[in-house]
């Protein structure tokens, strides 16, 4: 079974604040999404990354993948209460299982105004 | 409407009653995926369909769960004699194919067993 574990799973913080939550495991995946889901809501994709040591910025907001593809982190730039909410990584599995999502626990964000 | 619609957004049962969540997935969306979203954890692969084949049911629980796909469009994902533990966030995803792609989520079934 292939487990990704998120870091920290909560973390509260003032607006204008800088923060970072991490992703890793011990498998390598063919690729990381990190999704964002608000209470009484889906999972809405954020961002994709497939190449070892790729790096994508979203306004805000930057991802990274691992040079080993085990790992990423998410890296959100002055913080606004507007991106409040639970941020999940999770990977597909490299080899025959390719379409199963394997999610972290989450990480539990509030910015605080 | 555009995304993924399921149905009802929450349901309240009794143990031991059967129910019965339904997903709309995105029109021409070939794969669909369901998960379970236990409180505070992330969501759990629960079966995948590709058009109306189920092609992998390996994280549904216990033989109470059953879900299926006839048509390769609509699913359902019935729980039959449900137990306190069956209570969670049951969403379903849909994507063009199925492998590597990324997946749109509904806004989830709660289930809320008495």
């Known amino acids: 079974t292939q487990l990704l574990e998120q870091s920290p799973q909560f973390l509260s913080i003032q607006e204008g604040e800088n923060l970072t939550v991490y992703c890793n495991s011990s498998?390598?995946?063919?690729?990381l999404q990190w999704y964002r889901q608000e209470p009484g809501e889906g999972p809405v994709l954020l961002v994709t990354?497939?190449?070892?040591?790729e790096v994508k910025k979203l306004k805000r907001l930057t991802f990274q993948f691992g040079d080993a593809r085990k790992d990423s982190s998410l890296h959100i730039t002055a913080a606004q209460p507007g991106d409040t909410g639970l941020y999940l990584c999770?990977?597909?599995?490299?080899?025959?299982?390719?379409?199963?999502?394997?999610f972290g626990k989450g990480t539990l964000l509030t910015v605080n105004p | 409407g555009a995304g993924v619609s399921q149905s009802p957004r929450y349901k309240v049962a009794k143990r031991g009653q059967d129910v019965a969540l339904r997903c709309d997935p995105i029109?021409?969306?070939?794969?669909l995926f369901w998960y379970q979203q236990a409180l505070g954890q992330g969501p759990e692969f629960l079966t995948y369909?590709?058009?109306?084949?189920?092609?992998?049911k390996s994280g549904l629980p216990s033989d109470r769960f059953f879900a299926e796909r006839p048509e390769g469009s609509v699913s359902t994902l019935k729980i039959q004699r449900t137990q306190q533990e069956d209570s969670a966030v049951y969403l379903c995803?849909?994507?063009?194919?199925?492998?590597?792609?990324?997946?749109?989520f509904g806004d989830g079934t709660r289930l809320s067993i008495l």
């Open positions: 999770a990977g597909y599995n490299s080899g025959g299982s390719n379409y199963k999502l394997t």
């Open positions: 029109s021409g969306h070939v794969s």
């Open positions: 990354v497939v190449t070892g040591g």
């Open positions: 498998s390598v995946f063919s690729s």
């Open positions: 995803a849909s994507s063009p194919r199925g492998r590597g792609q990324p997946q749109h």
């Open positions: 369909f590709q058009n109306e084949a189920q092609l992998d």
